[in-house]
Nanobody, 120 residues
């Protein structure tokens, strides 16, 4: 079955760094667009960063540009989010997302989320 398993979250001080990982299985990872979303308490889920298949194009929310880097390793079926210069406002549950086509139609998969807490 399809699985997206996030790891790497935790508690970090403002200005610190974390690296999130999302290990995927059960679908053709290399052909899917992979993204990271986040949801803070009381707020809607928002796109943080995305990377197209083969890593050709990346995009970032304005709030994280220059601080976060998304990358993917298709040999390991894993997508990463390197987060530097973390701020208190980056505190949220971070979700891995996969979008692509299977069974003749569009599909979207989500991980269970990993908590990132930045103390000021």
């Amino acid at each position: 079955q399809v699985r997206l398993v996030e790891s790497g979250g935790g508690l970090v001080q403002s200005g610190g760094s974390l690296r999130l990982s999302c290990a995927a299985s059960g679908f053709s990872f290399s052909s899917f667009v992979m993204s990271w979303y986040r949801q803070a308490p009381g707020k809607e889920r928002e796109l943080v960063a995305g990377v197209t298949s083969a890593g050709g194009t990346t995009n970032y929310a304005d709030s994280v540009k220059g601080r976060f880097t998304i990358s993917r390793d298709d040999a390991k079926n894993t997508v990463y989010l390197q987060m530097n210069s973390l701020k208190a406002e980056d505190t949220a549950v971070y979700y891995c997302n996969a979008r692509g086509r299977r069974f003749g139609g569009a599909v979207t998969y989500w991980g269970q989320g990993t908590q990132v807490t930045v103390s000021s």
